[in-house]
């Protein structure tokens, strides 16, 4: 079993700055990849970026250069950077893995930028 719980959302103004944390518990290892996605209302939820277990990142070509994830040292918090937030960064944002292929969601942290 693993538990996800996301914290740092809120209400900012179009080119602030919100970091995310996910902070994970349960039979989580430094092996898995973490993910956040986000989903904005009346969309389908959409992968925002990815971090290995090697701390190789990947991002959604929308946030990419605004956007930075990482995790910290004991591997039981991942981050998520949000700078120069628009308009359109408007959504919940959800932490998210895959363990023995289950995957695992958090209750998600809800983040609006106002224009």
């Known amino acids: 079993q693993v538990q996800l719980v996301e914290s740092g959302g809120g209400l900012v103004q179009a080119g602030g700055s919100l970091r995310l944390s996910c902070a994970a518990s349960?039979?989580?290892?430094?092996?898995?990849?973490m993910d956040w996605y986000r989903q904005a209302p009346g969309k389908q939820r959409e992968l925002v970026a990815r971090i290995t277990s090697g701390g190789s990142t990947n991002y959604e070509d929308s946030v990419k250069g605004r956007f930075t994830i990482s995790r910290d040292n004991a591997w039981n918090t991942v981050y998520l950077q949000m700078n120069s937030l628009k308009p359109e960064d408007t959504a919940v944002y959800y932490c998210?893995?895959?363990?023995?292929?289950?995957?695992?969601w958090g209750q998600g942290t809800q983040v609006t930028v106002s224009s």
């Open positions: 998210h893995t895959i363990l023995y292929f289950m995957n695992y």
């Open positions: 349960g039979s989580i290892s430094s092996l898995n990849a």
